[in-house]
């Protein structure tokens, strides 16, 4: 097969509301890489409960512990930095990442808690100078639908009320809800919030399309000759 013609791999990362689907687009997208080029895909997701800190995150999850607000938002972003030398060298040495969850989940489910309503720069920055991804597809699910594909599972943030507040601020972070708050963060998140919105409320095959097409338009479909950038920059 033909050598990989771009430089390194391209960085994908899927997030989104619970029930979105989020999960089966992001194995259809890594079949679909896969069967467009001979460079490797690999699948990783956050957080990573493998490892030490992520025990620590999967047992706040489940709600086995407590844990201050801040604490366990710190956990989050140091279980990425624990894994950004890997994610590096596998982009390096051309293998495509499919991601599912990065640090907009990290700044969307802390921001959406009261004690950290106002605190949106603070949620940002412990991940300022983690590789950015190349682009971020957000698959958007309102509650209502959510409800009709069975509702929630059982972990900490899977309440109606929790979804509310986390989907709020996702549309902060994509700029689709105007900002008249002191911190906007489309000044603070820069071109690393590259941002595409994708109505996952239709079917499996309708959503896989619409994924598909924004990683073709974005020019990721076998690597990308552009430098790696860095959160917030
Ligand atoms: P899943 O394992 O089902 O994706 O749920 N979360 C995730 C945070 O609060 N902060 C983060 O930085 C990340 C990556 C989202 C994991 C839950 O943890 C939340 C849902």
């Not at 990573?48 to 995150?57: L, S």
């Not at 907009?104 to 940002?124: H, N, Q, R, T, V």
């Not at 699910?141 to 409800?147: C, F, G, R, V």
């Not at 595409?196 to 095959?205: F, I, L, M, T, Y």
Request: charged content about 25%.
């Amino acid at each position: 097969s033909p050598a990989p013609s771009a430089a390194r791999g391209a960085f994908i990362v899927l997030e989104g509301m619970d029930r979105a689907g989020k999960t089966t687009q992001a194995s259809l997208l890594r079949a679909k890489l896969a069967a467009q080029s001979s460079r490797p895909v690999e699948l990783i997701k956050f957080p990573d409960r493998t490892t030490a800190i992520g025990t620590m995150i999967d047992a706040y999850l489940r709600s086995a512990t407590d844990l201050d607000d801040r604490a366990i938002h710190l956990l989050f972003s140091a279980n990425r930095w624990e894994c950004a030398a890997r994610i590096e060298a596998a982009l390096a040495a051309g293998t495509t990442l499919v991601c599912d969850r990065y640090a907009f989940s990290g700044i969307a489910f802390s921001a959406a808690k009261p004690s950290l309503a106002d605190a949106f720069e603070w949620c940002a920055t412990p991940d300022t100078g983690l590789p950015a991804p190349d682009v971020t597809i957000f698959l958007d699910l309102s509650p209502e639908t959510a409800a009709e594909r069975g509702g929630y599972g059982r972990e900490r943030y899977e309440r109606e009320e929790v979804q509310r507040a986390v989907r709020a601020v996702f549309a902060r972070i994509g700029g689709q809800q105007e900002a008249d708050l002191p911190d906007a963060p489309d000044a603070m998140l820069g071109r690393a919030r590259n941002w595409r919105v994708v109505d996952a409320g239709h079917s499996v095959e309708e959503v896989a399309a619409a994924v598909w097409a924004n990683v073709h338009e974005a020019g990721l479909a076998d690597g990308t000759q552009a430098p790696l950038g860095r959160l917030w920059a």
